[in-house]
């Protein structure tokens, strides 16, 4: 049965998500339940994700961000800072999403989305959402700030510079692949009008990095989890009103952006996760008939697809790997975190990917088409790794 909901919950995401992401996640996440879980235990995962709140404190901050997006829109801000970024369209696009990944924050994917929509005015929707998600997340495999790594690193007894070391062959082929198959296909350069402006440039990052920035400050100075997040994005979209030169229509950017729909998919997301954390498929999956390395970086995958997390998966693999084995040696390491890390890329409750789709409305199935084939490639080696080392 547990494999069974498995599936049904995918095929409810990709069924109900082309009318409304948010109701299919939610869908996804009860039908799991149904087919894993006890009544009772599932209408006690239901409570928890609405009582919780750090998820109701995330959701709000996940409603505000297509608003700032909109009026940094709307205040010419956006037009302002893609004129006086000063290279070409292809590496506009990426270094926008790369930018917002450096200074990682829950949905963070919808900060760089505006830039990306407006300096990639001729690409494709899919296309610029593949994009916006793969050079995000992409620097974030081998940044020692990254809480999933430092983690990671923490249960398996390895320092988090020295893992990250071993990381970066995995980061180089995940990058040549994000130009073969994303950054090629994008020409020419952002038409420029006038000379280049400092402040054209300066107070739009300002707008945009004060969100993960005071996100970042506050969550380790004050240790306020997801109301860091809320203060980090109603301060940027407070500077963007204040220091915008157009009159801004909130009423009217709320009706075009729709920020419920974001919030409620932050929701669906956790309610999606809380449901796989009390039902047995941790256990199943840990429980397939394979090598130890070969099941930790299927299973870890599998997990991270299915979950949408990098944590929650490396909490299970990490521990089942090292039991059976002992210690995790900074290669193996590498190999399993990978896996975990790209079925976390391509998860269709990972909540950038789910955002993405949303904000450039873009079909989830048709995101993960873009995505699938640098994933697999990774995949290939990752496993290809594993058959080597497992000898």
Request: net charge positive.
């Amino acid at each position: 049965m547990v494999w069974l909901g498995f599936a049904a919950s995918l095929a409810t995401i990709l069924v109900i998500s082309k009318k409304n992401l948010a109701l299919g996640i939610i869908s996804a996440a009860v039908v799991l339940g149904l087919f894993t879980l006890p009544g009772k235990i599932l209408i006690e995962q239901i409570i928890r994700t609405a009582t919780d709140t750090s998820v109701v404190l995330l959701a709000l901050a996940m409603g505000i961000v297509p608003l700032l997006g909109g009026a940094m829109k709307a205040g010419g801000q956006i037009d302002s800072l893609v004129a006086n970024l000063r290279i070409p369209r292809r590496y506009l696009l990426a270094v926008s999403a790369a930018l917002m990944g450096l200074l990682p924050m829950p949905g963070g994917a919808l900060l760089s989305a505006p830039i990306l929509e407006k300096g990639g005015e001729t690409v494709p929707p899919d296309l610029i959402g593949a994009i916006n998600n793969w050079f995000r997340h992409l620097f974030i495999l081998i940044y020692p700030l990254s809480p999933a790594l430092i983690v990671s690193a923490q249960i398996t007894g390895l320092d988090v510079y020295h893992a990250a070391l071993y990381l970066l062959p995995g980061f180089a082929l995940a990058l040549a692949l994000g130009y073969f198959f994303f950054l090629r296909r994008v020409n020419g350069r952002v038409a420029n009008q006038g000379s280049f402006s400092l402040s054209g440039l300066s107070i739009p990052l300002l707008v945009i990095l004060s969100a993960p920035a005071l996100d970042f400050i506050l969550k380790r100075l004050f240790n306020i989890g997801s109301l860091a997040t809320l203060i980090g994005v109603t301060t940027a979209l407070a500077l963007s009103m204040l220091l915008s030169r157009n009159k801004i229509d909130m009423i009217d950017i709320a009706k075009r952006m729709k920020p419920w729909n974001f919030a409620f998919i932050i929701v669906g997301m956790f309610l999606y996760l809380y449901i796989f954390q009390a039902s047995p498929a941790g256990a199943k999956i840990a429980a397939l008939p394979l090598p130890p390395l070969i099941l930790a970086v299927t299973a870890g995958f599998a997990l991270s697809l299915l979950t949408g997390r990098v944590q929650l998966p490396a909490s299970i693999i990490f521990p089942m790997y090292m039991g059976a084995v002992g210690a995790v040696t900074a290669p193996i390491f590498a190999v399993i975190y990978m896996a975990v890390y790209f079925g976390y890329i391509i998860s269709p409750v990972h909540p950038c990917l789910v955002v993405t789709c949303e904000y450039f409305r873009v079909p989830i199935r048709a995101m993960i088409f873009r995505l699938a084939a640098p994933t697999l490639v990774v995949l290939a080696f990752v496993l290809g790794f594993s058959f080597l080392f497992a000898q």
